[in-house]
């Protein structure tokens, strides 16, 4: 399995969300507890579709609007195929404690 890091902060595109049982070129696995994300980047290549997995300790979600990708807790995991590189700054979408406003990390569209 293949880990990897997001970001959501960048141009636009029109990306479509594709249902989670569809078969994916990568997975990226981004994991959330204690007010932060396990790695403060992740990256994927453009052109290739990933499946994207949220593994949450706690109350947490994240969004990058630019790719059309939102996980929370009843939304796990996602497919996009992002085409524009770019870096995509995401947060956490949840108020989850004194410490969600530091809860950040990028996601790197190489």
Request: hydrophobic share 35%; glycine share 10%; charged share 20%.
């Amino acid at each position: 399995m293949l880990s990897l890091g997001l970001t959501a902060c960048g141009g636009s595109q029109a990306d479509t969300p594709a249902a989670a049982t569809e078969a994916a070129d990568t997975e990226l696995v981004i994991q959330a507890t204690n007010y932060q994300f396990d790695q403060p980047e992740y990256h994927i290549k453009a052109g290739e579709s990933v499946r994207i997995i949220l593994e949450a300790k706690g109350n947490h979600g994240l969004q990058v609007k630019e790719l059309g990708l939102k996980l929370d807790p009843n939304q796990t995991e996602q497919i996009i195929t992002p085409e524009k590189p770019g870096t995509y700054e995401f947060f956490c979408t949840i108020m989850c404690g004194p410490g969600h406003k530091d809860m950040h990390a990028k996601l790197i569209v190489e």
